[in-house]
Nanobody
Framework: QVQLVESGGGLVQPGGSLRLSCAASGFTFSRYPMSWYRQAPGKERELVAG????????NYADSVKGRFTISRDNLKNTVYLQINSLTPEDTAVYYC?????????WGQGTQVTVSS
């Protein structure tokens, strides 16, 4: 049974940082790329960052380049998203995503709220 469990969200002031984590289980984590998405109130879910199975390549949405960093630890079956220089526009629910064997899986999401 595939599970993706996010953690690390919270309330942070503008300019602050958070580190999100996604613990994966139920599939061979090291074989598959992983992604982070986010969905702000009233907006569609959007891709934030992706990472290949080895971690050798990453990609980012233009809106987060230079501020967000995706990484993974294949020994811990965990993918991370370091988010820096947060602005209120980053307020959203952040989701972990994987597609092992062509099946789409999402975590339950973790709320990030940026407010003074």
């Amino acid at each position: 049974q595939v599970q993706l469990v996010e953690s690390g969200g919270g309330l942070v002031q503008p300019g602050g940082s958070l580190r999100l984590s996604c613990a994966a289980s139920g599939f061979t984590f090291s074989r598959y790329p992983m992604s982070w998405y986010r969905q702000a109130p009233g907006k569609e879910r959007e891709l934030v960052a992706g990472i290949t199975n080895t971690g050798g390549n990453t990609n980012y949405a233009d809106s987060v380049k230079g501020r967000f960093t995706i990484s993974r630890d294949n020994l811990k079956n965990t993918v991370y998203l370091q988010i820096n220089s947060l602005t209120p526009e980053d307020t959203a629910v952040y989701y972990c995503y994987a597609r092992p064997l062509g099946v789409h899986y999402w975590g339950q999401g973790t709320q990030v709220t940026v407010s003074s």
